[in-house]
């Protein structure tokens, strides 16, 4: 029609020369592009309404039906741009981490290392471990499950968690030493001969529980597949060779120990934040202190071993002693004597093996921990050695670039634009891991040094009432032969 060349087009009004806003929005302005051209429609059609010829049929509502549509702004139609854009599917609320705290209250895991099992004979014969678990953890398929572990599936958990969880910032429980001569002499002997190597079974056994106990008290390591594997699959885990001391593995993480301690030693790291560095010292002087006081006690288990000694043979000098007297009364309580330090003997060999079970072996396992806590320390180092690598290397990419577009070369420029894309990208990444393993970082601490508390103020406990209860009994020893003695005449 004539009359719609008159009529204003909708592109009319644009702009193509004007540049693009950061502040304006794509829907926004799609929403004013809809609003214009839905208006000249309708003009245009009641334009065509009152110039369309009489034969034409037209379509009218009754009065009856004609209501006045509601005055409703486009913005209250059409959802906000903003809306749109954030607009997720909707996914089911995630529990907080005060709901995470309840719930775990009221779940627990409690493992026990209690049997020893001895497979073939020879040097290809292993210990075999029975592991006990009982849980009301609901992820676990059985509330009570036991299995039989050798100790170097107890080695190959410890690495896979390492290599799952280290490089996040995990503190990663240790898993116990290798002890080759105890375990070739536990090989070699034969099943009447146990009793030589009953010892190291009854040390190892005590330190593989402890072992699981820390790792099912971290909130996420105990739901981990593989240590769920561990208790749970009824069967023989496939044999984790890379634990050998002698394999190609063995060697490799020889050869990369070495390297590590050489980068510690050489590479320095400028740290901003205070709380790592305070922490750093602290962890140091934490395991220097501890290193002393466990060479102290194990002095002390020393010390209360040759008390054994002397006193059996105290013992065994005064039961002599007595057969030879030919006074009564003297010889009744030199033999009295000797029973009395035979009990002795005993206290002295539990207070002893107190003293090494309890304690020594605690702070064994604390500085082994706070072995991890360094490794997990200098994991965060090397992220931040990656970061400042991809910086140093981003640097470099954009000083090439300049140099290629001052002299023209458009091919080589492009490509180092790429690789400048390549490298800020890497450099973005770099940064967000060493954020992400800081803040995992200061979240495990927090976790340790609760847990550290907690166990040490048991452990003093316990060991104050156990020296407390050999005391005491001591006390009685000498209580029942003083009347003996007074009764010498």
Not at 127 to 136: H, I, P, Q, R, W
Request: a negative charge; charged letters at 30%; hydrophobic letters at 35%.
């Amino acid at each position: 029609m004539s009359d719609n060349n008159g009529t204003e087009s909708p592109f009319q009004n644009v702009d193509i020369s004007e540049k693009d806003d950061d502040s304006d929005d794509l829907f926004s302005s799609a929403i004013d592009d809809i609003s214009t051209s839905h208006q000249q429609q309708q003009n245009n059609r009641q334009s065509n309404d009152n110039e369309s010829p009489d034969y034409l049929p037209k379509l009218q509502l009754s009065a009856q039906q004609r209501a006045p549509l509601p005055s409703t702004p486009l913005d209250e139609v059409i959802p906000d741009s903003t809306s749109i854009l954030s607009s997720t599917p909707v996914q089911k609320k995630l529990p907080t981490a005060e709901e995470i705290e309840k719930k775990g209250k009221d779940q627990f895991i409690e493992i026990r290392v209690t049997d020893t099992v001895k497979v073939g004979d020879g040097m290809g014969s292993y210990v075999a471990y029975k592991v006990e678990t009982n849980t009301n953890i609901p992820i676990f398929k059985k509330n009570k499950l036991t299995v039989l572990r050798r100790f170097s599936d107890f080695l190959g958990l410890h690495d896979k968690l390492v290599e799952k969880y280290l490089r996040s910032g995990r503190i990663i429980p240790p898993a116990p030493e290798k002890n080759m001569l105890g375990t070739t002499k536990v090989k070699m002997s034969a099943q009447n001969e146990q009793g030589s190597s009953a010892e190291f079974l009854e040390r190892r056994r005590a330190s593989l529980e402890r072992y699981l106990s820390r790792t099912s008290a971290h909130p996420v390591l105990k739901i981990d597949p593989d240590f769920r594997e561990f208790l749970e699959a009824d069967m023989e885990l496939p044999k984790a060779t890379n634990t050998s001391a002698l394999s190609g593995a063995g060697v490799m993480r020889l050869f990369n120990k070495v390297g590590e301690t050489v980068n510690k030693m050489t590479y320095k790291m400028d740290e901003n934040d205070p709380w790592f560095e305070e922490k750093v010292l602290q962890i140091e002087n934490l395991d220097m202190q501890l290193r002393k006081l466990h060479l102290s006690v194990e002095a002390l288990v020393i010390g209360r071993k040759d008390l054994v000694m002397l006193t059996s043979s105290f013992a065994k000098s005064a039961a002599m002693l007595s057969n030879c007297e030919e006074h009564t009364s003297l010889s009744r309580a030199l033999s009295q004597l000797a029973e009395v330090e035979e009990k002795v003997e005993a206290l002295h060999n539990e207070q002893a093996n107190t003293d090494f079970s309890v304690l020594c072996e605690l702070l064994k396992d604390y500085i082994a921990l706070l072995g991890a806590i360094k490794e997990v320390f200098h994991e965060r180092v090397k992220v931040f050695q990656n970061w400042q690598h991809s910086l140093l290397m981003l640097n470099k990419k954009r000083e090439y670039k300049a140099k290629m577009d001052l002299s023209n070369r458009t091919d080589k420029g492009n490509i180092a634009s790429g690789e400048i894309a390549d490298w800020e990208a890497k450099v973005v990444r770099c940064q967000d891991e060493f954020e992400s393993i800081s803040k995992m970082i200061k979240k495990e601490m927090e976790q340790f040094e609760v847990a550290r508390v907690k166990e040490f103020k048991e452990v003093i406990i316990t060991y104050l009432e156990n020296q407390m209860n050999h005391q005491t009994q001591l006390i009685k020893y000498w209580e029942t032969f003083l009347p003996e003695a007074k009764a010498i005449a």
